[in-house]
């Protein structure tokens, strides 16, 4: 397995994972508001910032792949 094969699964693996995360923390709010609640040891914030730490681990993967795709073509000119 290449690099590229590893970062490609990785940032699907935390796309999905920052997706969950913000589907539950939206979930759990909406039942915070009705009184009820599911999580005991998480609040929708929390989650919320669970979900955006995936997010920025994404955005760190994508902009090394534009990197090396720009040296790439800047070496092969």
Known sequence: ???????????RLFFGIALLTLAVAVLEKAVNVLGYTFL???SPERLLD???????????????QIRQDVRARNLGA
């Not at 397995?1 to 940032?11: E, L, P, Q, V, Y």
């Not at 730490?53 to 902009?63: K, P």
């Open 50 to 64: 669970i979900s955006v730490t995936f997010a920025m681990f994404i955005l760190v993967l994508l902009a090394r």
């Open 40 to 42: 005991k040891f998480y």
């Open 1 to 11: 397995m290449d690099i590229d094969k590893i970062t490609s699964m990785a940032s």
